[in-house]
């Protein structure tokens, strides 16, 4: 089994999201690939169509580097067969660092195409994500969560389907759900 850990908290140390996300990856047991997505994330740029497109032709040099990249961010995530991907609540959403990388993940031809229909997700073959959602105050699937709805819509957007949620949410109130996010990592 191929496991893809991504963590997005810009703390390093005590973040609360990658230590459960490293307890699930060490539970799941598999081939890891791991990636910080806190940083050194890019934002999309010099596009010249109605997606993240440069015809070949056209691309300069920072825009090859860019499209390198992307291809490294889409290979990992076609190879899993299972992603952990950690992420706090920042301001209501997703750190900005994991919607550059999402950004950078969603590419017309590789994992999405537009058909007569509509948009049609090109990853088919029945990945899991665990998605760990940390926060202060905000309840995860709260009206003011827009981390969660925003994760689910942008993975399904892609094909994938199956996406658990382990909330350590409201953390600046008490550790209730810190205690039930373990209990559902040791349960998995
Ligand atoms: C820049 C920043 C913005 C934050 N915005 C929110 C927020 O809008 N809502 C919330 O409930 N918590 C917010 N928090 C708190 C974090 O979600 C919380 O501390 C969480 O545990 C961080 O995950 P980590 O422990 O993995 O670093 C914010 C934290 C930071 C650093």
Redesign the pocket.
């Known amino acids: 089994m191929n496991i893809l850990h991504l963590d997005s ?3 390093k140390e005590n ?4 230590k459960l996300a490293k307890e699930l990856v060490q539970k799941l047991q598999g081939q890891v690939t791991y990636r910080d997505i806190s940083q050194n994330m890019p934002f999309v740029d010099g596009i010249k169509g109605a997606g993240f497109i440069i015809p070949e032709e056209e691309r300069t040099e920072k825009d090859r580097k860019l499209f390198k990249f992307s291809d490294e961010l889409v290979d990992e995530l076609l190879e899993s067969n299972v992603i952990v991907i ?1 992420v ?5 959403g997703p750190p900005a660092s994991v919607k550059a990388w999402f950004d950078l993940i969603a590419r017309a031809g590789r994992t999405f195409k537009y058909e007569a229909t509509g948009p049609v997700g090109l990853i088919k073959d029945n990945k899991k994500v665990y998605l760990i959602v ?5 309840p995860v699937g709260s009206p003011v969560d827009f981390c969660t709805p925003w994760f689910k819509q942008a993975l399904n957007f892609l094909g994938i389907k199956d996406i658990e949620i382990i909330a350590a949410d409201q ?1 600046a109130i008490n550790d209730d759900n810190l205690k039930k996010a373990k209990e559902a990592i040791s349960k998995i």
């Open positions: 908290s810009a703390r973040s609360i999201s990658r950690s706090p609540i920042y301001n209501f940390t926060s202060g105050g905000v953390l």
